[in-house]
């Protein structure tokens, strides 16, 4: 920390650097005990599947009150297999947000299959359920809900179109795992549910993992298949499959982390509580909107994400950043903008909100470990920008 001493900008009394993330304030005290079983792994000279993976996955599997979870390479490589699995191919199309991590809809592209986008709802940055039915074809095969920044989308009404249509749902749960619809877990919503290991999510990992959920027997079967170059005995392969292993290690460290899973969750929340009234206190309410909560919702707030209208959003963060504060915007380029998809030649003003959005947001610290100080540092600093409130509070 006191290497970032010389920021230059305007510091202000109580000013201090804080970290979009920090996980080594989550890994150090689990530390001792993951590098014991590290160590262990190291010994036993087994590094791909064994013991630890299908711990990790029966933990899983409990946390999303499902039968079968898979482990896999990567949340990317949940979602391409979940696909793989239903067959999706040429000439399909799957219905997805554009205002999506990347991996949602190249999965769909990899298959040859065409995503099709589906614009999301301001308040919750989900896909906005209302839309959805008008984008369905006699190509449809598949939705695929993405739980944005910890909240479910509304899994009633997709639910609903999914039967009407005979539509395969597969829930994009990498930043939601252990989020709640309904009292429902986030991945045992639809046929499939794919979570990511990334370290920047909820159930973070020292590298690379995913895993898919779900409740179907043959589907699981199928997936265990698919993931392992489709070789069923060894060196026999029914089918061509992927190379998408979980390892030893990671499985090790994660299953150290799920005990801790619901506090992570409850420290998040607290924190997103606290930014919430703070914010209004500093007389912020108008000029940062704070991110919607569906009521039916269990939120594990991968990221606390605020909307700076007005054009007003790249300045604020540039003024945080000066003042040693992290911020990111997920996600500057929704993905019906990227170069990579203009073949699919979407009519740029058919996705209004998520260009909005795409404009606006701004994803503020909100990890488990922020201490109170660095959170109203934050506060504070947004309050100097944005109005001289804060100035009157700190004098009463
Ligand atoms: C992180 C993420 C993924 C991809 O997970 P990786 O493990 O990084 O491959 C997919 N979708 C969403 C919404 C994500 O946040």
Same mark, same amino acid.
């Given at each position: 920390?006191?290497?970032? @001493?010389?920021?230059?900008?305007?510091?202000?009394?109580?000013?201090?650097?804080?970290?979009?993330?920090?996980?080594?304030?989550?890994?150090?005290?689990?530390?001792?005990?993951?590098?014991?079983?590290?160590?262990?792994?190291?010994? @036993?000279?087994?590094?791909?599947?064994?013991?630890?993976?299908?711990?990790?996955? @029966?933990?899983?599997?409990?946390?999303?009150?499902?039968? !079968?979870?898979?482990?896999?390479?990567?949340?990317? %490589?949940?979602?391409?297999?979940?696909l793989?699995?239903?067959?999706i191919?040429?000439?399909?199309?799957v219905?997805?947000?554009?205002?999506?991590?990347?991996?949602?809809a190249?999965a769909v592209t990899?298959l040859?299959a065409t995503p =099709?986008?589906?614009?999301?709802?301001?308040?919750?940055?989900?896909?906005?359920?209302?839309?959805?039915?008008?984008?369905?074809?006699?190509?449809? #095969?598949?939705?695929?809900?993405?739980?944005?920044?910890?909240?479910?989308?509304?899994?009633?009404?997709?639910?609903?179109?999914?039967?009407? !249509?005979?539509?395969?749902?597969?829930? %994009?749960?990498?930043?939601?795992?252990?989020?709640?619809?309904?009292?429902?877990?986030?991945?045992?919503?639809?046929?499939?549910?794919?979570?990511?290991?990334?370290?920047?999510?909820?159930?973070?990992?020292?590298?690379?993992?995913?895993?898919?959920?779900? #409740?179907?027997?043959?589907?699981?079967?199928?997936?265990?298949?698919?993931?392992? !170059?489709?070789?069923?005995?060894?060196?026999? !392969?029914?089918?061509?499959?992927?190379?998408?292993?979980?390892?030893?290690?990671?499985?090790?460290? /994660?299953?150290?982390?799920?005990?801790?899973?619901?506090?992570?969750?409850?420290?998040?929340?607290?924190?997103?509580?606290?930014?919430?009234?703070?914010?209004?206190?500093?007389?912020?309410? %108008?000029?940062?909107?704070?991110?919607?909560?569906?009521?039916?919702?269990?939120?594990?707030?991968?990221?606390?994400?605020? #909307?700076?209208?007005?054009?007003?959003?790249?300045?604020?963060?540039?003024? /945080?950043?000066?003042?040693?504060?992290?911020?990111?915007?997920?996600?500057?380029?929704?993905?019906?903008?990227?170069?990579?998809?203009?073949?699919?030649?979407?009519?740029?003003?058919?996705?209004?909100?998520?260009?909005?959005?795409?404009?606006?947001?701004? @994803?503020?610290?909100?990890?488990?470990?922020?201490?109170?100080?660095? /959170?109203?540092?934050? =506060?504070?600093?947004?309050?100097?920008? /944005?109005?001289?409130?804060?100035?009157?509070?700190?004098?009463?």
């Amino acid at each position: 920390m006191s290497g970032k @001493s010389n920021i230059q900008g305007p510091q202000t009394a109580g000013s201090i650097p804080v970290p979009l993330l920090d996980v080594n304030r989550g890994n150090e005290p689990l530390l001792p005990e993951i590098m014991q079983k590290l160590e262990a792994i190291c010994r @036993s000279g087994q590094f791909i599947g064994g013991p630890h993976c299908k711990e990790l996955e @029966s933990l899983v599997a409990g946390l999303c009150d499902v039968p !079968h979870a898979i482990g896999c390479a990567s949340g990317s %490589d949940a979602l391409l297999l979940s696909l793989m699995a239903i067959d999706i191919g040429p000439g399909d199309e799957v219905i997805l947000p554009s205002f999506t991590f990347f991996a949602t809809a190249s999965a769909v592209t990899r298959l040859g299959a065409t995503p =099709v986008f589906v614009d999301i709802d301001p308040a919750t940055y989900n896909m906005n359920v209302a839309l959805i039915e008008s984008l369905v074809t006699s190509r449809t #095969r598949a939705i695929i809900p993405v739980h944005l920044f910890g909240q479910c989308c509304d899994m009633d009404a997709i639910g609903q179109i999914a039967e009407r !249509h005979g539509l395969h749902v597969i829930e %994009d749960a990498c930043q939601s795992l252990g989020a709640t619809f309904n009292g429902r877990k986030a991945g045992s919503l639809g046929s499939m549910g794919c979570i990511s290991f990334y370290p920047t999510k909820n159930l973070g990992g020292f590298g690379d993992g995913g895993m898919v959920v779900c #409740r179907d027997t043959r589907l699981a079967e199928r997936i265990r298949l698919l993931a392992n !170059h489709g070789m069923q005995p060894r060196y026999y !392969h029914q089918e061509v499959g992927i190379n998408s292993r979980l390892d030893a290690m990671q499985a090790a460290v /994660l299953a150290r982390k799920v005990p801790q899973l619901d506090n992570y969750a409850a420290a998040r929340a607290e924190n997103a509580r606290t930014y919430m009234q703070e914010l209004q206190m500093a007389g912020l309410g %108008d000029a940062i909107v704070a991110p919607g909560v569906d009521r039916r919702c269990g939120h594990v707030w991968n990221q606390f994400t605020v #909307r700076i209208p007005a054009g007003m959003r790249d300045k604020i963060r540039a003024g /945080l950043t000066e003042r040693g504060i992290g911020s990111e915007i997920y996600y500057p380029v929704p993905l019906h903008r990227q170069k990579c998809f203009a073949g699919l030649c979407v009519d740029p003003k058919s996705l209004p909100e998520t260009d909005k959005a795409a404009a606006e947001v701004l @994803s503020l610290p909100v990890f488990p470990e922020l201490s109170l100080r660095e /959170l109203r540092a934050v =506060v504070g600093a947004l309050a100097d920008m /944005l109005g001289g409130i804060s100035d009157m509070r700190r004098a009463a």
